[in-house]
C-alpha cells in the first residue's frame, strides 16, 4: 500500500489538529479552592459562594476559559465553655447524701429538681451544692473568705454581712436586679418581681444590692382555738382586749401565755420587737440609714455616739406592758420553760411562733386546731402618742437569701453571667413557690404560689418590725435585755432603777461595738 501522504491529506490531518487543539482549548480549566471560614460564632454559619468566572482571549479564535469552583467549609458551632458552680443553698438544698436521715425524716428535695432541669437546658453547666458544715464557727465565712474557696454564691443575712461588706465578701448586684428578667412573665425588671422587705433585706449600708431574697419568715400568736371555744372567747385586736382574754383564760384554769427569759428563742427578742416598734413607730426609721428597714448595731452605736438615739421614755412605757403580762405567764418564766409542749397538750393557750416551726404542726398536728393572730395593737389607753398600727415581725430569715461571692470578678469572671442567668431562673413563681412551701416559709416572689398553711402569714400588715431587741446589738446586749427584763417584770426593781440600769448596760455594749469597730467613730455617712 501506498504510504505517502498527499497534499490534501496533510491539510486535512494538520486542520483536524488545529480543530482538536482549538476545541480543548474551548474546554473551562477545572481550579478548586478550599477556603475554611474562621470567624467562630454562636450558631453554624450558613456562606453562599457566587460562581466566579474569568473569561480571557487568547488568539484569534482561540478562547481560554477557566472555572473557579469555591468548595466553602462552613464554621461550626464552637463548644460553650463549661462552667462548674459550688452553691450553698442553705435549706433550699436537697438532703446531703453523705448524711444519714433519722428514722421518718424525710429527704429535702428543694432546688434539686430544678437545678437538673437548668443543667439539661444548660449543658455546659455543672451544679453542686455545699453543704456548710454543722458546726461551723462563727467565722466560718471569713476563714473561707480569705482562702478564696468560699462557694460560689453563699447564704447569709444582712446585719452579719453588712460589717464585712467593704472587704468585697459580696458583689454588687444592682446593674443586675435592674435588668429585665427573661423567666418572669412580662419580662420587667427582675426586682420589680420582690417583696419590698425581700428587696430591702439586700440593700447594703452604701445603698447597692448585694443578694437576692426569695422567701421568709413572720411571727404569728398561735392559739388554742378549743379553748377559745370552750371560753366563748373571739380573736383580740387590743392591748386591753388582750389582757380581758388573758384573765378569762387564766380563770378558767390554763396558762393564758407561754413564754420565758431563758435562753430559748424567742419570747423577750419577739416580745420587744413587736411592743417598741409600735412605740416608736414615728422615730425608729430615723436610724435606718441605709434604707433597708432593719436598723443594724453600726446604726445603733453611731446614733448613741451622735446622741440622738433616745427613746428611753419608750422603753419604760414598754416595759410596763411586760410586767401587765408578767401574771399571765407560766410559773418559772424567769428561766427556761417547755411552752411549746405545754400548748401540744393544751395547757397553754397560746404563744408566739414563726412560720418555719408552725410546719411542724402540719406534719404532727396537735389534738386541737390552731388559730393564728398579731401581736395586741398598742392604743392611746396605754401611750398617747400610739399611731394604734399593727407591726409584724416579718423578714428574710427564710431559706433563699443568697450573695454571690466577691472575689468571682477577679478570679472567676466567667462564672458572673451563668450565676445572674440561673438566680434569674429560680426566681420563677412556681419555683420560688414550690420550695417555699416544703421548707415552710413565705414566698417574696410575685405570683408565687402560697402553701394554704401560710396563708395566715399574707395578712396584711401595717409596718414590719424594723428592730427587734437589743439582740440586733449584741448578745451580750441581748443577755442584758432579759436580765432587766426578769428584774422588772418580777417586781425586783422600779422604773427609776431599770431606766438607769438600762442606759449604763447599753453605754457598755455600745462602747464594746465602738472598741472593736474603731471606723464606726466617724460619723460623716449619717449626714
Known sequence: MDKRITRRQMFRMAGFGVFAATLAACQPKIVEVTKVVEKVVKETVEVSVEKVVKETVVVKEQVSVEKEVTRVVAATKAPPQQIELLLDCFRAAPSDPQVQLREGEK??????????????????????????????????????????????????????????????????????????????????????????????????????????????????????????????????????????????????????????????????????????????????????????????????????????????????????????????????????????????????????????????????????????????VITAEQWPASKEKIVRIDGPWGNMQYFVTGYLKETAPEKLPVIKDLLMYISQPHIAGAVAAEGGMIPFVEGAPVAPNMEPWMRPYDRAVTWQSWASLSPTAYEAQRNLMAEYMYGTIDDGTLLEKAKKAWGEETQKLLDNNPDWADLSNLG
Not at 447564704?155 to 454588687?172: N, Q, R, T, V
Not at 443594724?296 to 452605736?301: A, P
Not at 404563744?351 to 401581736?375: A, C, H, K, L, S
Open 107 to 376: 429527704p429535702v428535695i428543694g432546688l434539686g429538681p430544678f437545678m437538673d432541669d437548668y443543667m439539661l437546658e444548660h449543658p455546659n453547666v455543672k451544679i453542686e451544692f455545699y453543704y456548710k458544715p454543722v458546726n461551723a464557727p462563727e467565722g466560718w465565712l471569713e476563714a473561707r473568705m480569705a482562702a478564696q474557696d468560699a462557694p460560689d454564691w453563699f447564704y447569709s443575712h444582712g446585719e452579719a454581712l453588712w460589717p464585712h461588706i467593704h472587704k468585697g465578701w459580696a458583689l454588687d448586684i444592682t446593674a443586675w436586679v435592674k435588668s429585665p428578667n427573661p423567666y418572669m412573665p412580662g419580662k420587667r425588671v427582675w426586682e420589680s418581681y420582690l417583696r419590698e422587705i425581700g428587696r430591702a433585706s439586700v440593700l447594703g449600708p452604701d445603698g447597692k444590692t448585694y443578694g437576692i431574697c426569695l422567701d421568709g419568715q413572720g411571727v404569728l400568736t398561735f392559739y388554742n382555738k378549743s379553748i377559745f371555744e370552750e371560753l366563748g372567747l373571739k380573736e383580740y385586736r387590743t392591748w386591753s382586749e388582750a389582757m380581758e382574754v388573758w384573765k378569762t383564760i387564766k380563770d378558767a384554769g390554763y396558762v393564758p401565755f407561754g413564754g420565758d427569759l431563758g435562753g430559748q428563742c424567742c419570747y423577750p427578742h419577739w416580745s420587744f420587737g413587736h411592743a417598741f416598734n409600735q412605740f416608736a413607730y414615728d422615730t425608729i426609721l430615723q436610724y435606718d440609714d441605709s434604707g433597708d428597714l432593719f436598723v443594724i448595731s453600726k446604726e445603733l452605736v453611731q446614733h448613741t455616739l451622735k446622741g440622738d438615739f433616745d427613746q428611753w421614755d419608750e422603753f419604760v412605757a414598754m416595759f410596763r406592758l411586760f410586767k401587765e403580762q408578767a401574771p399571765y405567764l407560766p410559773e418559772g418564766y424567769r428561766g427556761e420553760v417547755d411552752y411549746r409542749t405545754m400548748f401540744r397538750q393544751g395547757k397553754v393557750a397560746m404563744y408566739m411562733e414563726n412560720n418555719g416551726f408552725g410546719v411542724t404542726y402540719q406534719r404532727d398536728p396537735p389534738p386541737f386546731d390552731i388559730g393564728y393572730m398579731d401581736y395586741p
